[in-house]
């Protein structure tokens, strides 16, 4: 599944990472008496439950949902629903994220690696009441490999499978073109072949058309209003047991202040950010009694992506990117142009570490680093030169092209993400001293002019998995779209022979430090190119109230994230508040918990015989922001 942080955020492929920003307040609530794990002001019919016992965990997020399709979602906010409603062959454990059953109970490749069979447990029912089986994981996998509308978020983890089936409901077996290092991480949700045979057009359905929407994950789809909420309901038979909270809503806040003051005056459980809390904001909330401040190392990266120019798979152009991109050295200018030491500082204030390589340190095992001499670190003179060489002389205080004309740029922005604005500002000063113009776009939904290639610049970030397949991915050829303008799994239109040759080595690469190395090379040619430039890592930075939540589990467990986990942990594991009791046992309210400033090694777990086990991911993704 994709997790992006924006981008046609996710957001997203989720997918500029989650950039949204200012405007005002999204929506008030009725002010009500006080009830544990309700939010404060909850509307009659919420309280009205709440006094029957029924407990509700709300969540504050900036983001809006893209589709609640699981063929479709991209953004962080959707693949995180995603995970809610539907069950996965596996999951990522908390302490570690080594591979751990889930709708499979094991798996096992052959000699030659090229057929994986998978036992389907025999106690998951949809919540229809009908029993899920390894039917259904065929049919969803099939439908990918055939239905190119189907095939839009997570594409990528079957373009290699060869033939799926089902010989009995409790076996499902794989057959592979090639050995893949990825089968015991297919982020793929699984869904009920006798609701999804229905679907006539996989490429339109957003599954919001009847609720509640049938799944087999811990919570139930039951309600959603575009741009307001998203409302789940606790499957009480979900097979690992069911969920302390009876109802989970994502509310869409497309001001961060005011969600802030939301989660302060109680009329929301938990803020998440956009996608994290600015310094200021969590500075101001760790004062509070009966709030608590989660702080750890991210599993997403900050970006800037440059068009390359927009093309379907079949090499159609389209879009209206500035060609002066095009040439590598004005590319490398820009970047060699940015103080990321002076963003770190001044726009995350430490919140964050500087950027270098693709995969976040958080994934020590695929960690680079560019060596000294192919670093592209600030040197505003060597920007200068480049430009000089690249036929963009300077005339006045304007940097001209050969056709005469200024080199002017533009950058799409989130209008919700308060970083993309203050590090637009550093973006336009830094560029118009090398005599660059920058117009900053900052829009509610950047999807519409990514995905038409009407952009020069954009904000880019994604969620990252244990794996590293699925943001690798996103920069081969076959991420392209089949159609101009169409939605795609592709971050930014890359598409180079090279690149892929190293994508298809590592993905059927099953010793770890012979795929690492790989990675690595993979992530130095993405350096090299250009194409994009990773600004930082920020810092999980989120906050909930312990009047309302009395413990919820972090991912990892030591000192991790809670919104947007590779899994379901934080809101299946989350603990309602004791009715009348005082915030957390602990005593620490303020405080924050979990707090590291720096990065966080995590251990990618090999299993059987070496193989590397754990997986990716969107937003994938972050799965865009």
């Not at 373009?159 to 499902?172: D, R, W």
């Not at 030169?385 to 740029?409: E, H, I, N, T």
Request: include cysteine; proline fraction near 6%; charged fraction near 20%.
């Amino acid at each position: 599944m994709v997790e992006r942080v924006p981008p046609p955020s996710a957001q997203p492929r989720s997918r500029l990472r989650i950039l949204l920003a200012s405007g005002a307040a999204a929506f008030a609530i009725a002010a009500t008496s006080v009830v544990p794990g309700v939010p404060l002001g909850a509307a009659p019919q919420q309280a009205q439950a709440a006094d029957s016992g029924r407990t509700t965990l709300t969540v504050a997020v900036a983001q809006s949902v893209d589709s609640l399709s699981p063929f479709l979602a991209q953004k962080l906010l959707s693949t995180s629903v995603s995970r809610l409603m539907y069950d996965f062959l596996t999951n990522y454990d908390p302490k570690d994220n080594h591979a751990v059953p889930g709708l499979a109970t094991k798996w096992e490749p052959s000699a030659d690696k090229l057929t994986w069979t998978y036992t389907i447990r025999p106690n998951s029912k949809w919540s229809d009441g009908q029993q899920a089986t390894a039917e259904d994981a065929a049919w969803t996998f099939n439908k990918m490999m055939t239905d190119e509308g189907a095939a839009q978020a997570n594409g990528s983890f079957v373009t290699n499978f060869k033939k799926v089936t089902a010989p009995s409901p409790t076996q499902l077996v794989i057959e592979l073109k090639a050995p893949q290092a990825t089968m015991a991480a297919l982020d793929v949700p699984i869904v009920p072949k006798h609701v999804w045979e229905k679907v006539k057009d996989f490429s339109k359905f957003n599954n919001d058309t009847e609720f509640p929407v049938v799944g087999n994950g811990p919570f139930v789809l039951s309600d959603y209003k575009v741009d307001q909420y998203v409302k789940l309901k606790a499957n009480k038979d979900f097979w690992r047991g069911a969920p302390k909270f009876d109802e989970v809503i994502f509310k869409t806040y497309k001001d961060q202040d005011a969600a802030v003051a939301a989660l302060r005056k109680g009329e929301v459980s938990f803020v998440a950010g956009s996608p994290a809390l600015t310094p200021a904001q969590a500075a101001s909330l760790k004062g509070d009694k009966n709030i608590k401040v989660n702080e750890g190392p991210g599993r997403r990266f900050f970006a800037l992506a440059t068009n390359p120019g927009a093309q379907t798979k079949d090499g159609k152009k389209f879009g209206d990117g500035n060609k002066a991109l095009l040439d590598q050295k004005v590319r490398q200018a820009l970047f060699l142009s940015i103080d990321r030491k002076t963003i770190i500082d001044k726009v995350f204030q430490g919140h964050a570490v500087e950027g270098q390589g693709y995969i976040p340190p958080r994934f020590s095992a695929y960690q680079w680093q560019p060596s000294a001499s192919q670093s592209l670190a600030y040197d505003p003179a060597k920007a200068g030169q480049l430009l000089d060489q690249a036929g963009y002389k300077l005339k006045g205080d304007q940097r001209v092209g050969k056709d005469g004309k200024p080199l002017d740029l533009r950058i799409l922005c989130h209008a919700t993400d308060p970083n993309d604005k203050a590090i637009g500002k550093y973006l336009k000063e830094w560029w118009g001293k090398l005599g660059i113009g920058l117009k900053v776009d900052c829009l509610d939904d950047v999807s519409v002019p990514w995905y038409a290639g009407e952009y020069d610049l954009a904000f880019d970030g994604w969620s990252v998995n244990p794996d590293p397949d699925f943001v690798l991915g996103i920069h081969t050829c076959a991420a392209l779209p089949a159609k101009a303008k169409a939605s795609a799994s592709t971050d930014n239109f890359i598409c180079d022979k090279s690149y892929d040759e190293l994508y298809k080595k590592q993905l059927a690469e099953y010793d770890p430090a012979k795929r690492a190395d790989i990675v690595g090379q993979m992530q130095s040619w993405l350096y090299d190119s250009g194409y994009m430039s990773v600004i930082a890592y920020p810092n999980a930075v989120e906050a909930y109230r312990t009047d309302q939540i009395k413990s919820i589990m972090t991912m990892p467990e030591a000192a991790g994230n809670i919104y947007g986990q590779d899994g379901y942990w934080s809101w299946w594991s989350a603990v309602p508040a004791a009715a009348g009791g005082d915030a957390d046992s602990s005593g620490d309210s303020g405080s924050s918990t979990g707090l590291i400033i720096g990065i966080v090694v995590v251990v990618v777990v090999l299993a059987g015989g070496g193989f590397l086990l754990s997986k990716r991911r969107r937003t994938t993704a972050d799965d865009r922001e």
